[in-house]
């Protein structure tokens, strides 16, 4: 449907009064004037353009206790998310054609936002990454072991990277050194335990043999959910076709804070000390850190609820992500501009998508929000499967619209678009 959209509108860096017009699912104006047609008012709320989270684990195939594509895209829709890109550690991992064409046609018919898929590098399919390239946005290193991960040797990288620049797409890369690792395995029995198995020398060694590894200044690399002072330190003058991404849980969280179920907060890399914390505050401020990520990786309670050693790592994010720094803005803590920058603009021209900023001639994906409606996150509320929040009780403004290619996809409580609404992008 064609129609125009009146408000306080994100436009070239300020709020405007406007009207943004949409035809065929794209934004084809924005003016000053009213234009004849259907036509919505959002009155005090303002339009932002909605978010895209390039690292979410939806566990589909494979693991549906977990999460499916279909609950995580409602999560995610909920959260003001209009695409996400999944990654290969599903059943089976996604590190052939055939399980990326089947992952596809499969999620096709589940997702309520955009998707693109990311293929798995591993030390046997290397010479595939052309291949394979028609069939994902992108690629996933892991250079550290991590839940059902697929693990890259350090001998290989180079060659898998070389590969992937000539295949024209993004390498994502989860940055800790697996030798590193190994040296400080232990048994864990806490938070303290698990950063003191995962200093932060693992992330760092990690980042600059990936940062060695770079085969030319075309070759796109993203260093994934970056944890660490030391870390940041090592990519302080790296090159710009280098992003690096941060996740909410490691910048409003550290391990002295986090006493109780201590096991909820398991994640790789591990949350760290308050020094980290604030470096990847200033990382982010500075514009060292581009990207905000949630690497949304559910557990149902069950997993969580046993000794530490045994849970599994990973903590649920997407639906957070964008009205947790929402509420930051609010607070001071960063500007919209930059948050726009780590969460809209900059992920959209990383993985070549017309998304990510209102601006004519791209998708119609924005949010309408009221910036003075802080709430309490709810795990009771959201709408994932695995029914908890590492943020319970923190600060959030959740969008009221989400709108993706101009089409309504939620409102405050329900979903108004069906299962498979959502498109694969960035192939
Ligand atoms: O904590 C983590 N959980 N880190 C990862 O790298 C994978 C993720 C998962 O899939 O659970
Ligand atoms: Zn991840």
């Given at each position: 449907?064609?129609?125009?959209?009146?408000?306080?509108?994100?436009?070239?860096?300020?709020?405007?009064?406007?009207?943004?017009?949409?035809?065929?699912?794209?934004?084809?104006?924005?003016?000053?004037?009213?234009?004849?047609?259907?036509?919505?008012?959002?009155?005090?709320?303002?339009?932002?353009?909605?978010?895209?989270?390039?690292?979410?684990?939806?566990?589909?195939?494979?693991?549906?206790?977990?999460?499916?594509?279909?609950?995580?895209?409602?999560?995610?829709?909920?959260g003001g998310i209009s695409c996400v890109f999944d990654m290969p550690n599903t059943q089976p991992q996604t590190t052939s054609v055939r399980a990326l064409l089947e992952k596809t046609q499969r999620v096709t018919q589940k997702s309520y936002v955009d998707f693109g898929l990311l293929a798995g590098v591993n030390d046997e399919n290397i010479s595939m990454l052309p291949e394979l390239s028609a069939y994902c946005s992108g690629f996933k290193i892991f250079l550290g072991s991590s839940t059902n991960t697929l693990h890259l040797n350090l001998q290989n990288l180079h060659r898998a990277l070389v590969e992937a620049e000539q295949a024209k797409k993004i390498t994502f890369v989860h940055a800790e050194d697996e030798l590193c690792l190994k040296k400080h395995q232990a048994t864990e029995q806490s938070l303290v335990d698990h950063l003191r198995c995962r200093p932060a020398r693992c992330e760092e060694e990690a980042i600059r043999t990936v940062l060695k590894n770079i085969p030319s200044p075309s070759s796109l690399v993203h260093i994934c959910h970056l944890s660490s002072r030391d870390g940041l330190e090592a990519l302080r003058t790296r090159p710009n076709n280098i992003s690096v991404g941060v996740t909410p849980h490691h910048l409003f969280f550290d391990a002295p804070m986090l006493q109780k179920n201590q096991t909820f907060y398991k994640v790789n890399p591990p949350i760290r000390s308050s020094f980290d914390k604030e470096a990847l505050w200033n990382g982010m401020n500075t514009h060292l850190i581009d990207i905000l990520e949630s690497d949304h990786a559910p557990h149902t309670l069950e997993e969580k609820n046993v000794d530490f050693d045994s849970a599994p790592s990973g903590v649920p994010g997407v639906e957070t992500l964008y009205p947790l720094m929402l509420a930051a803005v609010i607070k001071g803590q960063l500007t919209l501009d930059t948050l726009l920058w780590m969460l809209c603009e900059r992920p959209a021209q990383l993985l070549h998508l017309p998304k990510g900023k209102l601006e004519v001639g791209r998708d119609a994906d924005f949010i309408v929000v009221d910036m003075k409606k802080t709430q309490m996150i709810s795990g009771e509320n959201l709408h994932s499967k695995c029914g908890w929040t590492p943020f319970e009780g923190y600060p959030a403004i959740f969008p009221s619209l989400l709108f993706i290619r101009g089409e309504q996809v939620i409102d405050d409580h329900q979903l108004l678009v069906k299962q498979g609404f959502g498109a694969s992008v960035g192939v």
């Open positions: 449907m064609d129609f125009t959209v009146e408000g306080k509108i994100y436009h070239k860096g300020s709020f405007e009064e406007a009207y943004l017009s949409i035809r065929q699912g794209k934004i084809a104006a924005i003016k000053k004037t009213m234009t004849s047609g259907s036509h919505l008012t959002v009155g005090s709320q303002v339009i932002l353009p909605a978010g895209i989270d390039c690292h979410v684990h939806f566990r589909d195939p494979g693991f549906p206790k977990k999460e499916d594509f279909s609950t995580g895209s409602a999560a995610a829709a909920f």
